[in-house]
Structure formats: structure tokens, C-alpha cells
């Protein structure tokens, strides 16, 4: 964060304060002069949200809700003045990236807004459950899925990993191999096939009668899948199968998955939904 400090004012010390409710926290400020004659005070710390479960974590716990923030500056004669934080502006440019993205650790979201009186606010929003897309791998022989469970309302192994049709609802169970709260799996490939004729698959974590699509949310990647580019494969499977296999992400992030037997005739069959 950088803030212009007000006029010629001969600073001691600055600090910028975090309010909510009786809640308070407080980030040194440094002044640094600039070459105009104006002074900038700055700061960088990390942001987490309270419940994250993280003692002794650096950066600021903050709890869900808005946060007013305000300067508070100490003057050379030992004066203390205090001032609110201007909004803003926010760059409404349809860039590559988005002006604010959640954290990519515990998917807590942080953003700053305009109060009703023009003054900035900070606003925390608690994780909420999902299954979050780390990567997927590849393989002449297989598709592996990497991942995590955020914020889960149950213990991760009782989640299963599954392929869904579209169109059908039609659903394989892949084994799902946990380690805390992150997955690994195969797709569940030789059950997703039906002939030359190309299906069309969701891939998600359920829970009873939860079902959490597994997405690349926890980014700020304005274009996930324009950005996220993979190509088909040719995948053997056990019994000696040849399938051809597109898994890619959606325009929403989600992991989805094409794929049928393979045959040199019919490389450029049409997809069907």
C-alpha cells in the first residue's frame, strides 16, 4: 500500500489502522521522500483471514466483514492527526487479470470498496467450500488430476472423485488418494468411453448430496481458458485400447474432460455435447 502523505507536514512516525467492531490493527508506515517534495507512506504485509487456523502465521488475521482504515500520523512536534483512506479509483480496463483475486492459499477474498462517504474500505469474505484445480498431468497412459478441498464441511476422504456426463448424468467413480485436504486421482478413463463417439465429461468431489466441480478459482486469471491451453492425446489403456483425449478447463475455470476410442478414419468425428 502506498498513501500520499498530506502537505509539507514533518512526520515522526505514520501508521495505517484496520477497524472493525472493537477489533483494531495496526501497520507501520514508512515515509519515503520523493523527488517532487512530496512523501509516500508505504507498507506491505500479508493478509489472512482469523479462522484459517494459523498460529503464529505471519501477516494480519482479519475476520470476515468491513474493515475502516485509517491513517494515523504523528507529527515532529508530537501533534497526532488522524484521516481516513480516499477509495481508489479502480481500473475497470478488460485486462488480462482481474483488479482483485482470492487467496491462493486459504480462498479468503480481500478487496477494497468504496464506503458511502467515498472512503475505503477493506472487505473479508470467509473461504468457501470447493474443490480447488492444482494441476493435471498428462500421461501416455493416464490423466492425473491434483487438487484441493477448501474450507470442507466434512472430513476429506469421505469425498469422491467422479466423472459426470453431460446429458446424461451418467457417473464413474475414480479412487481418490488423500493427503490432509489435497486429492489425487486418474480420470477414470476406460469407463468414459463409448465407441468412436465422443462424450463430453464434468469432473467433480461429491459428498452426499454435495457436489463441488473441480475449478481453478483461487486465481486472478481474467481468461482461464485461453490461458489454461492443452492439446489431445492419444492415451493406451490396459486392455490395449486407443483413446483420444482432450481434458481441459472452462471459460469458468471448471475441469472438464472429451474423449472416445480412437481411429485413424475417424480422427475428425464430430463432438457431441
Keep these: 500500500m502506498a498513501l500520499l502523505a498530506p502537505g509539507a507536514l514533518g512526520i515522526a512516525s505514520a501508521g495505517l489502522e484496520l477497524v472493525r467492531g472493537g477489533r483494531r490493527h495496526r501497520i507501520e508506515l514508512e515515509s519515503e521522500p520523493q523527488s517532487d517534495g512530496t512523501r509516500l507512506l508505504t507498507a506491505t504485509t500479508a493478509l489472512r483471514y482469523a479462522a484459517d487456523g494459523e498460529s503464529g502465521a505471519p501477516g494480519i488475521a482479519l475476520s470476515g466483514g468491513l474493515w475502516r482504515m485509517s491513517v494515523v500520523i504523528v507529527g515532529e512536534d508530537g501533534r497526532e ?5 480516499a477509495a481508489p479509483v479502480v481500473d475497470t480496463t478488460d485486462g488480462p487479470t482481474l483488479p482483485v483475486s482470492p487467496s491462493p492459499v486459504g480462498g479468503a477474498q480481500f478487496r477494497l470498496m468504496r464506503s458511502v462517504d467515498g472512503l475505503a474500505v477493506l472487505k473479508v469474505r470467509a473461504p468457501v467450500q470447493q474443490a480447488e ?19 470442507p464441511q466434512a472430513p476429506p476422504s469421505s469425498y469422491t472423485a467422479q466423472a459426470v ?75 490395449g485400447s486407443l483413446l483420444r483425449v482432450h481434458a481441459y478447463v472452462t471459460s469458468a475455470g471448471a475441469l472438464a474432460v472429451s474423449c472416445a476410442e480412437f481411429e485413424g478414419a475417424h480422427d475428425g468425428a464430430k463432438e457431441v455435447a
Design 81 to 85: 492527526m488522524r484521516a481516513g483512506v
Design 133 to 151: 484445480l492444482d494441476s493435471f498431468d498428462l500421461r501416455w497412459d493416464r490423466v492425473t488430476v491434483h487438487g484441493r478441498l477448501i474450507a
Design 165 to 239: 456426463r453431460r446429458g446424461s448424468g451418467t457417473v464413474v467413480e475414480a479412487h481418490t488418494e488423500w493427503q490432509g485436504n489435497a486429492f489425487t486421482f486418474d480420470l477414470p478413463l476406460s469407463g468414459m468411453v463409448s465407441g468412436r463417439r465422443t462424450l463430453r465429461w464434468d469432473v467433480q468431489l461429491q459428498h452426499g448430496r454435495t457436489r463441488l466441480k473441480i475449478a481453478r478459482r483461487l486465481t486472478d486469471v481474467r481468461r482461464r481458458h485461453q490461458v489454461i491451453r492443452t492439446s489431445f492425446r492419444i492415451i493406451a489403456l490396459e486392455n
